[in-house]
Nanobody, 127 residues
Framework: QVQLVESGGGLVQAGGSLRLSCAASGRTFSRPALGWFRQGPGKEREFVAAISRSGGSTYLADSVKDRFTISRDNAKNTVYLQMNSLESEDTAVYYC????????????????????WGQGTQVTVSS
């Protein structure tokens, strides 16, 4: 079991920045690939970013790749999502998730590859 707790969400004006954090606990010695997803009002949950077990490979959705950065600190069992130039369309609940160990980092861009999910943190961007 892996437990994930997100933090750092909030209300920000368009053009502003936020950094989300996700602390992992439990079977973290396996160091799974980690990802961020989001679900906006009335929308499906969608992939935002993923990072490999070592942190050497990252993947970002086209809608955020010029504005968001994903990183991880394995010593702290924490993954981060730095969000810059926020837009109203970024308003959503953001979820951290741990990818199944049987999947490659690229496969961790798919929602169905994830075994564990956090509770989510709300990000609201005002225009």
């Amino acid at each position: 079991q892996v437990q994930l707790v997100e933090s750092g969400g909030g209300l920000v004006q368009a053009g502003g920045s936020l950094r989300l954090s996700c602390a992992a606990s439990g079977r973290t010695f396996s160091r799974p690939a980690l990802g961020w997803f989001r679900q906006g009002p009335g929308k499906e949950r969608e992939f935002v970013a993923a990072i490999s077990r070592s942190g050497g490979s990252t993947y970002l959705a086209d809608s955020v790749k010029d504005r968001f950065t994903i990183s991880r600190d394995n010593a702290k069992n924490t993954v981060y999502l730095q969000m810059n130039s926020l837009e109203s369309e970024d308003t959503a609940v953001y979820y951290c998730a741990a990818c199944g160990l049987r999947y490659s980092a690229y496969e961790c861009t798919s929602r169905r590859s994830y075994d564990y999910w956090g509770q989510g943190t709300q990000v609201t961007v005002s225009s």
